[in-house]
């Protein structure tokens, strides 16, 4: 069974502070993502990464850095957090679609970020 | 890029009765269409997906159609029960992009009693 983890359910930071949010899945996934969630405006996808060291700007990036160091691992950097960047972010991770065409992205529980 | 336009964005059936959530993509060179649910507190599941090269699909009680030409698909739910209650997500995946998705808006569904 595939899971995804991400590092913190809930999390309190104050403006202009930097933040990590850790992504972690156990099923040797090339590929991740980190989305953020807002009402009525669906799943954004901020970065995305096919393959360690390895990363892409999605559809709303500014704000936003990524580290892929290690293929399991997927980190989503606010170098200086704003309070627009209250909201919940999920993570996902899939296989390639290279060898056997585009598959499932399975999910993390979220981490629900409020940037005082 | 890719948009992904999903209607209705919030949607009230009575069990029993049948739901139908529908999405429209931009792009005609897009190959892959999931649909994923997220419950209430929870992270979003796959429930069903079709590709290009199909135009229906079937898993129980849940179906999905793609109409290329018109450039919709849509999500069907019949027999609606109050578990099938959450938020519902349509995506599409454009051939250029490796394995990234668009996804619409979302769609809240309540099933009363």
């Not at chain 1, 502070?17 to 799943?43: A, S």
Request: hydrophobic share 30%.
């Amino acid at each position: 069974d595939v899971k995804v983890t991400q590092s913190s359910r809930y999390l309190v930071k104050r403006t202009g502070e930097k933040v990590f949010l850790e992504c972690v899945q156990d099923m040797d996934h090339e590929n991740m993502f980190w989305y953020r969630q807002d009402p009525g405006l669906g799943l954004r996808l901020i970065y995305f990464s096919y393959d360690v060291k390895m990363k892409e700007k999605g559809d709303i990036p500014e704000g936003y850095s990524v580290s892929r160091e290690k293929k399991e691992r997927f980190s989503l950097i606010l170098e200086s957090a704003s309070t627009n960047q209250t909201s919940m972010y999920l993570c996902a991770s899939s296989l390639s679609p290279i060898l056997a065409g585009v598959r499932e992205q399975f999910f993390g529980p979220g981490t629900r970020l409020t940037v005082l | 890029g890719e948009n992904v336009e999903q209607h209705p964005s919030t949607l009230s059936v009575q069990e029993g009765d049948s739901a139908v959530i529908k999405c429209t993509y931009s792009d005609s060179a897009s190959n892959y269409f999931p649909w994923y649910k997220q419950e209430l507190g929870k992270r979003p599941q796959l429930i069903i997906d079709i590709r290009s090269n199909v135009g229906e699909k079937k898993d129980q009680r849940i179906a999905v159609t793609l109409n290329k030409t018109a450039k919709h698909f849509s999500l069907h739910i019949t027999e609606t029960q109050p578990e099938d209650s959450a938020v519902y997500f349509c995506a599409a995946r454009y051939t250029g992009t490796a394995s990234k998705l668009t996804f619409g808006t979302g769609t809240r569904l309540q099933v009363t009693l």
